[in-house]
């Protein structure tokens, strides 16, 4: 799944937005992708919600509460599948994201 959304990502969700936005800046960019409702390879329709968790559906791009799940992400922790994204989720279920033990960006 993760190759998929990635190549969904920048085939169809970046470039769409970069196109509408009419420039690389981030904000231009940032607010393209706020209004985004595009057909991906995953979904009929993806949208972002208010707090920009990713959305798939099939419903109004008007009210994409209605019709729409959010795309959750799991990690294994302890052998025990948890969920880490949306955030607010996470938060809600009082889990936390584990970064991997060897040092990375995440180190900083």
């Known amino acids: 799944m993760s190759a998929a959304g990635t190549y969904d990502a920048l085939r169809f969700i970046l470039s769409d937005a ?7 800046e981030t904000e231009a960019v940032i607010k393209a992708l706020e209004s985004t409702a ?14 920009h968790d990713a959305m798939v559906g099939a419903g109004s791009v008007d009210d994409p509460a209605k019709d729409y799940l959010v795309m959750c992400i799991f990690q294994w922790q302890n052998g025990t599948q948890v969920l880490v994204k949306p955030k607010s989720i996470m938060e809600e279920t009082e889990a936390t994201y584990t970064y991997p033990p060897w ?3 995440w180190s900083k």
């Open 103 to 105: 040092k990375g960006p």
């Open 38 to 51: 595009i057909e991906t390879s995953e979904a009929r329709r993806f949208v972002f919600s208010s707090s």
């Open 18 to 24: 970069i196109k509408r936005a009419g420039t690389t």
